[in-house]
């Protein structure tokens, strides 16, 4: 079996919420349509650790100059601090040569202005925390925002950061994690505390049993 990863963008004031959803289901074998397919590795500016909002120390698996869209199933960027400035910029460029090698990217809260600043919202539909917020950027996509939680479009995942299960759905339905049905057993348990989801999660453990 290929293993496929998922490389997930770590810097300071990463915000650690906003992403834990996506990476633990992502790494988690349970209700897998392919179960030990898939990995997630961390992927900094450089080796040297970052400190997350939460406090948490990462070391990096991945330097972001390495790093191939051909090596990857996907990008997630997560939100933090520093998008607005410069400090980030190389991986608004990475995500970049993703989305024009085919590969998707899925950027929630800050990171969403990561992608406008590199144009890749113009023509897309996407959301982001508000409308305004992305203006900053100078981008002209302003036409294709989305007033939801979280928005696929094509290879390009965009959310707010007080969405992180929409974003985790979007992230799993996109890589094929799960069955369809399976998926939305999985977004109603997680997001509404929907019994009838873990009904369903449960009754694919059994079939797969």
Request: hydrophobic share 45%.
């Amino acid at each position: 079996m290929t293993t496929k990863t998922v490389h997930m963008a770590v810097y300071d004031t990463l915000a650690d919420w906003e992403v834990g959803a996506a990476t633990a289901h992502i790494n988690k074998p349970s209700w897998h349509r392919e179960p030990g397919t898939w990995q997630v590795k961390t992927v900094g500016l450089t080796a040297e650790p970052i400190t997350t909002m939460g406090g948490m120390r990462i070391v990096p698996d991945v330097v972001l100059a390495d790093l191939a869209p051909a090596d990857s199933a996907m990008l997630i960027l997560p939100g933090a601090e520093t998008w607005m400035g410069p400090e980030l910029d190389a991986f608004g460029e990475k995500a970049r040569e993703f989305v024009a090698a085919g590969v998707p990217v899925a950027a929630i809260c800050g990171a969403t202005y990561g992608l406008a600043k590199q144009g890749l919202l113009d023509n897309r539909k996407h959301t982001s925390n508000v409308a305004e917020f992305l203006l900053y950027s100078g981008y002209s996509g302003a036409e294709h925002y989305v007033q939801e939680p979280a928005v696929t479009d094509g290879d390009v995942i965009t959310a707010s950061a007080s969405a992180p299960f929409e974003f985790a759905r979007e992230v799993l339905g996109r890589l094929g994690v799960y069955e369809p049905h399976v998926l939305d057993g999985w977004y109603r348990l997680f997001a509404h505390a929907d019994p009838e989801g873990w009904a369903v999660l449960e009754a694919y453990d059994a079939q797969h049993a």
